[in-house]
T-cell receptor, first 112, second 119 residues
Framework: DQQVKQNSPSLSVQEGRISILNCDYTNSMFDYFLWYKKYPAEGPTFLISISSIKDKNEDGRFTVFLNKSAKHLSLHIVPSQPGDSAVYFCAASVNSGYALNFGKGTSLLVTP | DSGVTQTPKHLITATGQRVTLRCSPRSGDLSVYWYQQSLDQGLQFLIQYYNGEERAKGNILERFSAQQFPDLHSELNLSSLELGDSALYFC??????????????????FGSGTRLTVV
C-alpha cells in the first residue's frame, strides 16, 4: 500500500522558470516530510524537510509547502537550473521515526 | 562520496542462489538502514539496525536477513533468489536511531547502491 504518492512520473521545465513537484500522502500520522534528489548511479541525497507544525520551509532556491488538511506537499524550485535535472523523491515518517516512506519519484528535466 | 560505502556495485546471479550485500556506514554513524528500489517503485524500507541491534522491520521477506557487526558495518543476505528480487538495494546510515532524514547529525546518508540482477 503506497502511503506516499507522486502522481507525476516526469516534469519538464525551462531553465529560469519555476519547477513544482507534488506529493500526496494518505497516513495522517506522518509528521515529518522530506525531499530527496537522486542522480543516476548515485544514492538519494537529502534536499529539504518540513515538520508538520509548519506549512512552509525555505532553503535557497528550494521551498517546501505542506497542506495538512489536503495531505499534500509540494517542492518549488525557483529558478530552475539544468543541474536540477534529477529524480526527486518525496518521503514521510511518523514521529520522526525509524523508517521513511518514499514515493516513486518524479523525474525533472530542466532544459536550457 | 557520501561516506556510506556499498559493495559490490553490481551483482548478477541466478535464481535460487544466495548473495550478500555489504554496507559500511559513515564514520560515527550507529544506525544502518536497508532499502529496496524495484523497477518503477519508490524506495521500500527493509530493516534498520542500531549499534548492532535490530530496531525496525519493514517489508522484508523471510528469505532476506541482515545483521550489523561490532565494527558497525552491515550485511544484507538474500537467499533463494527470484527474478522479482532484481532491484537496487540502498544502504543508509545516520548518527541516531530515532530521527529520519534532516540535516547535520540527524541526517540519513545514502550509499550509491548495489544493483542486483537475478537471471
Amino acid at each position: 500500500d503506497q502511503q506516499v504518492k507522486q502522481n507525476s512520473p516526469s516534469l519538464s521545465v525551462q531553465e529560469g522558470r519555476i519547477s513544482i513537484l507534488n506529493c500526496d500522502y494518505t497516513n495522517s500520522m506522518f509528521d515529518y516530510f522530506l525531499w530527496y534528489k537522486k542522480y543516476p548511479a548515485e544514492g538519494p541525497t537529502f534536499l529539504i524537510s518540513i515538520s508538520s507544525i509548519k506549512d512552509k520551509n525555505e532553503d535557497g532556491r528550494f521551498t517546501v509547502f505542506l497542506n495538512k488538511s489536503a495531505k499534500h506537499l509540494s517542492l518549488h524550485i525557483v529558478p530552475s537550473q539544468p543541474g536540477d535535472s534529477a529524480v526527486y523523491f518525496c518521503a514521510a515518517s511518523v514521529n520522526s521515526g525509524y523508517a521513511l516512506n518514499f514515493g516513486k519519484g518524479t523525474s525533472l528535466l530542466v532544459t536550457p | 562520496d557520501s561516506g556510506v560505502t556499498q559493495t559490490p556495485k553490481h551483482l548478477i546471479t541466478a535464481t535460487g542462489q544466495r548473495v550478500t550485500l555489504r554496507c559500511s556506514p559513515r564514520s560515527g554513524d550507529l544506525s544502518v538502514y536497508w532499502y529496496q528500489q524495484s523497477l518503477d517503485q519508490g524506495l521500500q524500507f527493509l530493516i534498520q539496525y542500531y549499534n548492532g541491534e535490530e530496531r525496525a522491520k519493514g517489508n522484508i521477506l523471510e528469505r532476506f536477513s541482515a545483521q550489523q557487526f561490532p565494527d558497525l558495518h552491515s550485511e544484507l543476505n538474500l537467499s533463494s533468489l527470484e527474478l522479482g528480487d532484481s532491484a537496487l538495494y540502498f544502504c543508509a546510515s545516520s548518527a541516531r536511531d530515532y530521527r529520519a532524514g534532516g540535516r547535520g547529525n540527524y541526517g540519513y546518508t545514502f550509499g550509491s547502491g548495489t544493483r542486483l540482477t537475478v537471471v
